[in-house]
T-cell receptor, first 114, second 115 residues
Framework: ETGVTQSPTHLIKTRGQQVTLRCSSQ?????VSWYQQALGQGPQFIFQ???????GRGNFPPRFSGLQFPNYSSELNVNALELDDSALYLC?????????????FGPGTRLTVL | AQSVTQLDSQVPVFEEAPVELRCNYS??????LFWYVQYPNQGLQLLLK??????LVKGINGFEAEFNKSQTSFHLRKPSVHISDTAEYFC?????????????FGAGTRLFVKA
């Protein structure tokens, strides 16, 4: 079984630009969560998708949006990039049978905003 | 509202010494508890989890944690650390809701094992 994959691994953008990050969930997992991890901090919950619908959102502005596709892969879109958006973005997948919400994490995408 | 506090931002320890990484949480409902490890430039890997049952949980790489409901703690321990245990460790609490769950992470504890 393949694990969670994310692309790209690194990305450099300038302020005001838009970015799309991608995530392929682990086989059999229909729930995908996105996290932002700033340098020296713990992951902060952005939002979660379950069966292509947003199912919970953290304290992030609307310029952070997402999609989940029928194959349960997911995208995170960030519009009007700000310097503070520079961070490691982590995707995690889970299946409904995973009691307690055990998640499997991808390696992350490192976004740098200049 | 849930919250997670990791009481130490950094823990230096000598190789083969025991270590304890502290975690306290607050929640008004039942939660599930996790410890994850993050090596440099990598994602998070699950070390262990507490869902129910025995309060002493054993995980990978010789780590264990004890759930203490009265003290709302979930401290991580290892009796003898190795250089390779140097990494960032995150405590997390998860609350299950309709169709999914919400997970809150602590700020992390950097474990630095010295030779």
């Amino acid at each position: 079984e393949t694990g969670v994959t994310q692309s790209p691994t690194h990305l450099i953008k300038t302020r005001g630009q838009q970015v799309t990050l991608r995530c392929s969930s682990q086989s059999g997992h229909n729930t995908v969560s996105w996290y932002q991890q700033a340098l020296g901090q713990g992951p902060q919950f952005i939002f979660q998708y379950y069966r292509e619908e947003e199912n919970g959102r953290g304290n992030f502005p609307p310029r952070f949006s997402g999609l989940q596709f029928p194959n349960y892969s997911s995208e995170l879109n960030v519009n009007a990039l700000e310097l503070d958006d520079s961070a490691l973005y982590l995707c995690a997948s889970s299946s409904p049978g995973r009691e307690g919400g055990e998640q499997f994490f991808g390696p992350g995408t490192r976004l740098t905003v200049l | 509202a849930q919250s997670v506090t990791q009481l130490d931002s950094q823990v230096p320890v000598f190789e083969e010494a025991p270590v304890e990484l502290r975690c306290n949480y607050s929640s008004s409902v039942s939660v599930y508890l996790f410890w994850y490890v993050q090596y440099p430039n990598q994602g998070l890997q699950l070390l262990l989890k507490y869902l129910s049952g025995s309060t002493l949980v054993k995980g990978i790489n010789g780590f264990e944690a004890e759930f203490n409901k009265s003290q709302t703690s979930f401290h991580l321990r290892k009796p003898s650390v190795h250089i390779s245990d140097t990494a960032e460790y995150f405590c997390a609490v998860s609350q299950v809701n309709t169709g999914g769950f919400k997970t809150i992470f602590g700020a992390g504890t950097r474990l630095f094992v010295k030779a």
